[in-house]
């Protein structure tokens, strides 16, 4: 065969995204059968791999960082839970352990959802499902280890009060498991008994909620037997009871005397605790973020924010491929030099043909900018495609989607092999559920010089986001344009205060997901005269909410409408980070017509059209976009689907927000029937929705003034920075990129049409 | 779903001329209905020199499913390959070997 699978050896993270000059980032690594391996720092120009694209190009950067560095594999704690430290109060002879349970994977094999027991499992208790999908509760005490079950494999997807209880002073113990709801043949109710001898002791070990605690190596903190569901209210009390004395006490437990904890998770939703409201407070702390503000048991579609009913919402879902934090240890660190310019970067590790490139931004100096260009790196939307699976885990499916094969590249195996990894908002968990939560502190494999997505472009060969942006410093670099760099958590952050600094901000080409943060600021600066280059398509499209207390994790909801790879259960469209409504923006008045011009018209992921110039291109108020430009028809070559517009084009819609003052400049052509409106543009499905019959699908390139000397320019296309670098930067679409970016820098306002 | 008809030699030029992009009416429900066929082998390639070569491989669907390399000889051109797997689909769905080479 001659020919064996590529295997990625060696990944690595850092703490930080994007800092400045005098701030410290500190990268770390896994390798795989790596003694040893090359750091350095580079500065990324280019890395457009295409047969007829610039090539890769890269500063090396003198630091302390250069070196050699020793190679290890560090594993990764995947799997939300919630530990609650070791307390006496936390011990008792006799115990009742229950909670409201919406299982979703019964079958998985042994899944703990209340743990004090030990790793080696020769000490303490757990309640559990177990191996045959039935609660149980297994003690280990100094005379062995005794498990009593239900034997009734629960229902998966309908919520349950299950439980045990344990008497110390007779060894006897009662299982339980009460479906809210039957159907003939299909009853889940179950009970099991049977006696344990010797005494209990979980003295010194700490409490699991949805996992058993495991081993600590540094700042990781494992756990085993994970589980995926919806756990709602555990409740552990200081004497054994049977099923109807725990359900008696369920919403009143502090009633019992002999409670030793509540644990009540619709408090404090926004946060990574989960309260304890007995009388001893043993709060636990969440790990790798699972999803809050969940609805409950008791949940009856009569409201659908958590915030004004949280008693209706009283669940997390835990998943056992959730991972917000690998907490690896530092491999080295760098401090970035006063006066080190600006632009994205990446610690470079090599050994032998193994390498990675660990990408981050040197913004200006704070409360500074450097230059009157900002290029906004959207990291937001990366953070969103970060680690997506769809062309490893569709595999063919993908074919007749994308129209073409996929190629799978060695990133995208190891993703394929590693869950631990974790997803994007794309995927879907291993429950069936849609991946709402993503961070950045784990190797993020498709957020990398060089790599194109495995399903767009025929055998994966289109860039895309991080990698589809490189061309845009490329040719900011070679046209001669200063510019800083800063990225979305940048602007979520500091917000106007940021973009006030800059007469010019440039997209990326794909700008998709905006906290409300970001789209304030950019809302706010534009009406205060600055100038947007949108050189993207599907932007400002989802609203998304980084997490209050942990940098670099976001949440989204896919609720209600817009092209969705999963969509969030009914009644869990609110965000549990900042309680917001989540979805897209154009469901919540922030049409992205209002801001760019132009919005989401459609996609496709095989070819690129091109423009055609409208008659409003002659009009005086754009005479600079084309000056010196004579062609008709822009950008029809490109290293995305050999055409500037196309893959997600937006279109001008005056019935949707676009300004009436909107000139529309050009439009695209050339689009194949494999491109669809999403559905928010369909409100009943029509014959002629496809690419070379919908009017309405179209990239539409525009101008607007805004007021007070401010405008906007827009290509409404994914494609258009893949057509900048073609011919040596000799083409229209750089052109025009330039004639407008120079107008934009020129001071004189825009005067109102 | 409409069976595939062998006589549609028109399709299979069209194909061979224009693998990816605009396509007719029916080569797309041809093509659709390769793809999402149940018994054809889930195609898909492996690349092994970014934007340079690939090789042919099967990989079903689901999480955890094996990537398996299929013995064919690397791909420098992906449109190459979606042609040598439309011979390979046509081939088991009507029994009839396709020309070689586009």
Known sequence: MGADLPRKRIIGYADKLSLAPGETIAFKA?????????????????????????????????TPVSGSYRGRE????????????????????????????????????????????????????????????????????????????????LQERVWSFVGAGFDGATGAIRVWQRPQKTWP??????????????????????????????????????????????????????????????????????AERSLVAAWDFARDTMSETVRDIGPAAHDGQLINVPTRAMTGHNWDGGVMDWKAAPQHYGAIHFHDDDITDCGWDTDFVLTVSEGQKSGIYAARLVAGEQSDHIPFVVRPPRGAATADVLFLLPSASYLAYANEHGAIESAGAMDAFSGHLSGLSAQDLLLGERPDLGYSLYCHHGDGSGVAVSSRLRPVLNMRPGVTNAWVGPAGTFPWQFNADLPLVDFLEHEGFAFDVATDEDLHDEGLDLLSR??????????????????????????????????????????????????????????????????????????????????????????????????????????SGFYRRTPASRDPRAAFVFEGITDEIIGDFGTVGGGAAGIEVDRCDFAKGSPPNTLVLASSEGLSDLYFPGPEEIDNARPFMDGSQNPNLRADMTFHETGNGGAVFSTGSIAWIGSLSWNGFDNNVAGVTANVLRRFLDPEPFPEP | M??????????????????????SGDLRRLLNAMRRHPDLPPYILVCTRAQREWHLATKPAGRGAVTTLLDHPPFSDPLEAEWQVFRLRWKALTGEDLPHGR
Request: with cysteine; proline share 5%; aromatic share 8%.
């Open chain 1, 30 to 62: 896994s390798c795989e059968d790596i003694a040893s391996y090359r750091a350095d720092i580079v500065r990324l120009v280019s890395a457009d791999l295409h047969p007829q694209g610039r090539g890769w190009i890269e500063e090396e950067i003198a």
């Open chain 1, 74 to 153: 560090q594993a990764i704690p995947v799997g939300s839970w919630a530990l609650v430290d070791d307390a006496p109060g936390l011990c008792c002879e006799s115990l009742t352990v229950c909670l409201h349970l919406w299982p979703t994977t019964p079958h998985k094999g042994e899944q703990a959802l209340l743990a004090r027991m030990d790793p080696e499992g020769r000490r303490g208790w757990m309640l559990l499902i177990d191996g045959a999908g039935a609660i149980a509760l297994r003690i280990a005490t100094d005379k062995g280890v005794t498990i009593v079950t239900t034997g009734v494999a």
């Open chain 1, 185 to 254: 043949g299909h009853d889940a109710t179950g009970d099991g008994s049977g006696a344990a001898s010797g005494s209990l002791d979980a003295m010194g070990l700490p409490l699991g909620i949805a996992a058993r605690p495991g081993r600590v190596e540094g700042l990781r903190r494992f756990c085993l037997d994970p589980c995926n569901g919806k756990l709602e209210a555990p409740r552990l009390y200081g004497r054994a009871m049977d099923a109807g004395q725990a359900i008696a006490l369920q919403n009143n437990p502090g």
């Open chain 1, 502 to 607: 800059y007469r010019v901000v440039m997209t990326g080409s794909h700008p998709e997901y905006y906290s409300k943060p970001m789209l304030d600021a950019l809302g706010g600066w534009l009406q205060r005269g600055g100038r947007l280059m949108y050189l993207g398509g599907n932007g400002f499209y989802w609203r998304v909410a980084f997490h209050p207390e942990i940098k670099g994790v976001m949440e989204l909801r896919r609720g209600e409408d817009g092209i969705r790879d999963w969509v969030s259960q009914g009644g869990e469209y609110y965000q549990a980070f900042d309680g917001a409504y989540g979805g897209m923006w154009e469901r919540q008045g922030r049409p992205i017509h209002a801001l760019a011009g132009v919005g989401m018209a459609g996609q496709g992921f095989d070819i």
């Open chain 2, 2 to 23: 409409d069976a595939i008809d062998p006589a549609r030699k028109d399709l299979v030029d069209e194909f061979r001329a224009k693998p990816v992009g605009r396509q």
